[in-house]
T-cell receptor
Framework: NAGVTQTPKFQVLKTGQSMTLQCAQDMNHNSMYWYRQDPGMGLRLIYYSASEGTTDKGEVPNGYNVSRLNKREFSLRLESAAPSQTSVYFC??????????????FGPGTRLTVL | AQSVTQPDIHITVSEGASLELRCNYSYGATPYLFWYVQSPGQGLQLLLKYFSGDTLVQGIKGFEAEFKRSQSSFNLRKPSVHWSDAAEYFCAVGAGGSNFGNEKLTFGTGTRLTIIP
């Protein structure tokens, strides 16, 4: 039982390049989330998926797209990377969306640098 | 919308000493409150959470937190810290239930804990 896995762990991009961050969970959770973590700003929600086939914007969605490929996988795509997207990206999953029983389980993160 | 304030950016304590990390929240109704810990290079791990009932909540690794509605606080405590407790700690508040969407889980900016021998 690996929990939440993310690939890659590190990535360096040039401005304008595109890439996809992958996330998978093996806990049969319904809901998945993408956050970014920046110094002094805590975690901010980019997108979330309440269940397979649905996605919604979070607090900072501009410049990103997501795909809930199936129940296990939730990917985050940067179509044209910008230096402002330099951050650590965390994927998380939970049994249900914001429910009382909800505990979010986090992946180890992807450290992205955009030059 | 809810908000969370962690007033201490960095705290240093001696190993074996007691610890209290502060968390203040703003939310109109009864909040759902969480403490997460992040070890260097790792993701976040849930320490404890409060939804209702007993205002003193016990968590993993010997941590506890007390919900004080009158003070809008949810401070994290540990009676005796260990060197392995060195990490960053995040408080979070959520509305839960059917209020998803804008009423999401909101994280504080974190408190970095350093343990000295």
């Amino acid at each position: 039982n690996a929990g939440v896995t993310q690939t890659p762990k590190f990535q360096v991009l040039k401005t304008g390049q595109s890439m996809t961050l992958q996330c998978a969970q093996d806990m049969n959770h319904n809901s998945m989330y993408w956050y970014r973590q920046d110094p002094g700003m805590g975690l901010r929600l980019i997108y979330y998926s309440a269940s397979e086939g649905t996605t919604d914007k979070g607090e900072v969605p501009n410049g990103y797209n997501v795909s809930r490929l199936n129940k296990r996988e939730f990917s985050l795509r940067l179509e044209s990377a910008a230096p402002s997207q330099t951050s650590v990206y965390f994927c998380a999953s939970s049994e249900a969306l914001w429910s009382e029983a909800d505990t979010q389980y986090f992946g180890p993160g992807t450290r992205l640098t955009v030059l | 919308a809810q908000s969370v304030t962690q007033p201490d950016i960095h705290i240093t304590v001696s190993e074996g000493a007691s610890l209290e990390l502060r968390c203040n929240y703003s939310y109109g109704a009864t909040p759902y409150l969480f403490w997460y810990v992040q070890s260097p290079g790792q993701g976040l791990q849930l320490l404890l959470k409060y939804f209702s009932g007993d205002t003193l909540v016990q968590g993993i690794k010997g941590f506890e937190a007390e919900f004080k509605r009158s003070q809008s606080s949810f401070n994290l405590r540990k009676p005796s810290v260990h060197w392995s407790d060195a990490a960053e700690y995040f408080c979070a508040v959520g509305a839960g239930g059917s209020n998803f969407g804008n009423e999401k889980l909101t994280f504080g900016t974190g408190t970095r804990l350093t343990i000295i021998p």
